[in-house]
């Protein structure tokens, strides 16, 4: 392996060029920006690395897939996604977030560590294997989707038409990154998610807000419907909502147990004095990686821009997003959920479901995880850190585990990376590191 | 006064005009814009009248002080305000809010009704009255201030250092409107108000929602906390809030009893079923004129555009009005509402006091009040009604209750002239029957 380590530490500036060139362009999902330029991109890149690509149609973004069959035994996918989370709040950014700007030995820009750094790390460790050694020694596919980050709304579309294009011996999955004391995180699941926007109506038009002595206001009935929700000792009060929640395994567990978690630094660098419930330790680990949660997200009525406007608002909105574990069934929390605003009163209160995903976890003694882990003993001077599940959602569900297939993450952020907040970065280091150990595990696989 | 009708009839067009002109000019307070040039249009208007204006320089927003001493023994005070509410939200405007727009008879503009189109009823019909007749019969003043609907912050700075332009016989308040029987409102008095925003802040920077199993929500915090200020009963939950508010006379009532409220066209026209617990005739009316109120003007926090984002929010904020009626003290409900929140666990949320105004209530045998009220019986077909305070809050305490001046409202806007909201609008027929009313009180007093 060290010709390719020593071909792609040669050639970093030329790796760094392509990752910031893709983090010019944006492509934000959630809002349709970018989209169809981002894909051109991510086909270029293939092209170079002279893949078959295919532009796959779904009712929403269009899914890069690309395959190079070297004619081996063994097939490894990787998935990633090309699309990334809105800028905003913009004011935050100390530099443009689609202009990717160095600082400190970082990268700046949206995109750079979820998922844009992590997808090139990969192309560009299967390209500079190929410069070195001609061939692959295994067969790769590429699924590159386009909605990741809106909750993958339209993947199940293609894993339903395309079957053959999913057939694997393992998946590597899109992201990671390297924990406070510096281990790489090897991650075996993601939880599910429910997101949905909860939108009360009043009057059909704002008015002057004497008249709210008389006159319902969406705003106050939203507050009294969410507050119903959760308390404030977090416990999620939706009946049923905690059922189908599995106890943690003894192994489970001391996984749990050995990861370290720089409580002190995060709070200090969030500005904050504790955590919620005052949880450290096991109890914070555990409730970080194995519970659910129920979160605002957004919430806009009224006024709200500089100074007093007396207003009745007409209309109230908030975003909440469940993050789901174990066998929690989005669709089921969902009718739970209207259930519970119809109990409280609050049947008035419309719920739009903008996206579902379930909860996926590869096995422990799975053989690729086995290997990625050896890998990362190997290559790392810090052993890795085997997480149980990300703490994030992904659509592990739907286009691993419904089909049997094991899946792995890892990537090239780093705890501070900022992921769908202001100021994203990685380090550059990390990604050329990054690159690395791509080869290396499609060496060792 | 059928000369000076004659005169007001055959120059509508160009009394429309000076209307249309300031309606033009925005200025709105709250963002402070468009002051400057508001200032000088108004004192344009007055120089025709040749009435000696002051600029009156304030902390905030200066007040333009008109006098024009006809050597009589009565003095009559106008108090007008030029500025006026955000135009927000835009999009649901019709016509761009500074451009005056006719369309059936209205004319659509932020301002037509509150408060442009009454101050310029005034000084249309103080022009009439010269044009006709050469002199007033009787001193006139103007105290047209230009941050009323910010709370008049700075007003009390002008009583206190000018008291020789307060002295009057009467002072005729900014506003008021026809009801939806046709009835000219004269109204004796304003609610106070305690304007205030409520602020939460978690982490330093937004999160990627998956840290909200472990990491503090602001928008809970805030969800929270408003849930405890009231219930779903409509009932205000801040301990001692109704202390001073003082029981209805017998006279109040039966005043209150005979307004005419067109409840099932006002719900019709609101898109509504019914009124906040399903309240109708007079219960209705005494809440909309004699109850305090506690309402959700506005609130934000996270990811309030397009799809999903899944964020964690560092802040979230609410602005929240209090209407006051009786002896409620701003200041006082100010303190209780601290210790209410600090009581209920939310010492960490923020409160920001962006205005108070105390309630104010002219009496009914006042002499003003008879003139007034006598002087629309003799001028419209319908039989003025009386409100003994209007549902809205004004400085009225501030510039007159406090130093014993009587004063009395009426305005030309209607019950659908949407003041605070988009498409402001009055009908043109009102504001011309508006300079004449004017013309004939001036007459009477």
């Excluded at 893949?51 to 070297?70: C, K």
């Excluded at 286009?399 to 780093?414: D, E, N, R, T, Y």
Aim: charged share 25%; proline share 4%.
């Amino acid at each position: 392996m060290e010709d390719i380590y020593q071909y792609i530490e040669d050639h970093k500036e030329m790796y760094l060029d392509w990752l910031m060139e893709i983090c010019k362009q944006p492509s934000v999902a959630a809002q349709n920006r970018g989209i169809e330029e981002t894909v051109n991109l991510v086909e270029q890149y293939l092209q170079r690395l002279s893949i078959a690509v295919e532009n796959i149609p779904t009712s929403g973004n269009p899914i890069v897939y690309g395959e190079l069959d070297s004619g081996k035994d063994r097939t490894l996918t990787f998935y990633n996604h090309y699309d990334v989370q809105p800028e905003d709040p913009i004011e935050l950014w100390e530099s443009p977030p689609f202009s990717p700007e160095i600082r400190d030995g970082k990268l700046f820009a949206r995109g750079t560590a979820d998922n844009k750094g992590t997808l090139l790390s990969r192309i560009c460790a299967i390209h500079a294997y190929q410069q070195v050694y001609k061939e692959l020694p295994i067969n790769i596919k590429f699924i590159i989707e386009g909605e990741e980050e809106i909750g993958s709304p339209h993947l199940s579309e293609f894993t339903e038409k395309h079957p053959d294009k999913l057939t694997t011996d393992g998946c590597i999955w899109e992201n990671g990154f390297k924990s406070t004391d510096g281990r790489l995180q090897v991650t075996l699941g993601c939880k599910g998610m429910l997101y949905v926007e909860l939108h009360a109506k009043g009057a059909n038009v704002d008015l002057h807000s004497a008249k709210a002595a008389i006159v319902t206001n969406p705003a106050w009935r939203l507050v009294w419907a969410l507050s119903t929700l959760k308390n404030e000792q977090e416990e999620i009060l939706i009946d049923g909502f905690y059922d189908r929640i599995q106890e943690m395994t003894m192994e489970e567990k001391e996984l749990t147990e050995s990861i370290d978690y720089k409580e002190r630094e995060e709070l200090e660098q969030l500005g904050l004095k504790s955590y919620l419930n005052n949880l450290t330790g096991f109890n914070l680990k555990e409730k970080l990686i194995f519970q659910p949660t129920c979160t605002i997200c957004g919430m806009e009525s009224g006024y709200t821009e500089q100074g007093a406007k007396t207003v009745l608002p007409s209309v109230a909105k908030a975003k909440i997003d469940f993050r789901l574990v174990s066998e929690q069934d989005p669709d089921e929390i969902l009718q739970l959920l209207r259930k519970h605003l119809n109990k409280h009163g609050f049947e008035d209160i419309e719920i739009v479901r903008l996206k579902g995903q379930r909860a996926a976890l590869t096995k422990l003694n799975d053989a690729l995880v086995q290997k990625v882990v050896s890998s990362a003993e190997k290559f790392f001077e810090k052993k890795p850190q085997v997480m149980r599940s990300q703490a994030g959602t992904g659509p592990m569900y739907t286009l691993c585990q419904k089909f049997g297939i094991p899946a792995v993450g890892f990537g090239i952020g780093h705890a501070g990376s900022h992921n769908h907040a202001p100021n994203e970065n990685i380090y550059i280091d990390d990604f050329i590191e990054g690159i690395k150990f791509a080869a290396l595990v499609i060496h060792e696989f």
